[in-house]
């Protein structure tokens, strides 16, 4: 079992900078790829970036957001700058077990309770 605990959300005006932080429970942090998601009110949840040994990037994230890992720390963060206010949901930090797949939120096994991300205009 994986236990998931987010945090670092809040209110920030547009062109602003937030980073989230995802605290993962358990000795086996580093063979897990690491995922971050959000969801807007009405929205799917939508993938935002992944990480293994590479990062991966959702396109209206790209260049704007950076994710990062401290497997000594069990933590992954996504650093998010340049906000705009169609960033604004809840984001989710999740962990899979798989090697593939990572922009796929149905291969995820393990997901934390979600931080709200407010941009305003």
């Known amino acids: 079992q994986v236990q998931l605990v987010e945090s670092g959300g809040g209110l920030v005006q547009a062109g602003g900078s937030l980073r989230l932080s995802c605290a993962a429970s358990?000795?086996?942090?580093?063979?897990?790829?690491m995922g971050w998601f959000r969801q807007a009110p009405g929205k799917e949840r939508e993938f935002v970036a992944a990480?293994?040994?590479?990062?991966y990037y959702a396109d209206s994230v790209k260049g704007r957001f950076t994710i990062s890992r401290d497997n000594a720390k069990n933590t992954v963060y996504l650093q998010m700058n340049s906000l705009k206010p169609e960033d604004t949901a809840v984001y989710y930090c999740?962990?899979?077990?798989?090697?593939?797949?990572?922009?796929?939120?149905?291969?995820?096994?393990?997901w934390g309770q979600g931080t709200q991300v407010t941009v305003s205009s």
């Open positions: 358990g000795r086996t942090f580093s063979n897990y790829g």
């Open positions: 999740a962990a899979t077990r798989l090697n593939y797949g990572l922009g796929d939120r149905t291969q995820y096994d393990y």
């Open positions: 990480i293994r040994r590479s990062a």
